[in-house]
């Protein structure tokens, strides 16, 4: 089975310049995740899609970044105009369930994309 | 707020055993997650724990009490390939999953 795919892997871009991440989650998971995870801290939330709606996306700085599952399979994540504390690895997760009480429905992340803004 | 806490590093000795604790404080419960994450990689899951008790896998275990709020997950027979982060993470009552900052597991030869 093939797992969740992330591109590019890495990213340098300049302070105010826009930058585009691409996520394909594992066939058949309906929930996909957006993460950032800055060094040394664990992942952050930054929205959430049941298929092709978006179930949270509470601290997703809305002024800069937006994201878009438009058929309910591949995603992007677009920031613009990109700060340097966006500076981050920015990972996509998929899960086959949104919520279920009781059951592991533990999540798949891809390799992630470095993010480095000078 | 919700919170969870774990120690930012531990140091262990290959071939012993380990325990890292997780602490948390959230609105709901409904289920606690380890997962590893080595560094430069995604996390990957490692255990999931909803009821009070032991997960035993191999060579990781996980234990949760819900009514003290805690959870360890116990690493036995340390390799290096271990050294890595370990991340807590708890289904709140939405069902969102809140991480902590992760404990990062130096193994010393």
């Known amino acids: 089975e093939a797992g969740v795919a992330q591109s590019p892997r890495y990213k340098i871009i300049e302070k105010r310049q826009s930058v585009a991440f691409w996520c394909n989650p594992i066939?058949?998971?309906?929930?996909l995740y957006w993460y950032q995870q800055i060094l040394g801290q664990g992942p952050k939330l930054l929205i959430q899609?049941?298929?092709?709606?978006?179930?949270?996306d509470s601290q997703l700085p809305k002024d800069r970044f937006s994201a878009e599952r438009l058929k309910g399979v591949d995603s992007t994540l677009k920031i613009q105009p990109a700060k340097l504390e966006d500076s981050a690895v920015y990972l996509c997760?998929?899960?086959?369930?949104?919520?279920?009480?009781?059951?592991?429905?533990?999540?798949?992340f891809g390799p992630g994309t470095r993010l480095t803004v000078t | 707020g919700q919170n969870i806490d774990q120690p930012t590093e531990m140091t262990a000795t290959e071939g012993a055993i380990v325990q890292i604790n997780c602490t948390y404080q959230?609105?709901?419960?409904?289920?606690l997650f380890w997962y590893q994450q080595h560094a430069g990689e995604a996390p990957t899951f490692l255990s999931y724990?909803?009821l009070d008790g032991l997960e035993e896998k191999g060579r990781f275990s996980s234990f949760l009490s819900r009514s003290k709020g805690y959870s360890y997950l116990l690493l036995k027979e340390l390799q290096m390939k271990d050294s890595a982060s370990y991340l807590c993470?708890?289904?709140?009552?939405?069902?969102?999953?809140?991480w902590g900052a992760g404990t990062k597991l130096i193994i010393k030869p």
């Open positions: 899609f049941q298929n092709n709606g978006v179930v949270d």
């Open positions: 993470a708890v289904k709140d009552s939405n069902y969102q999953l809140i």
């Open positions: 997760a998929s899960s086959p369930t949104r919520r279920d009480r009781g059951n592991s429905y533990e999540q798949y």
């Open positions: 066939s058949g998971h309906a929930t």
């Open positions: 959230t609105s709901g419960f409904n289920g």
């Open positions: 724990n909803v």
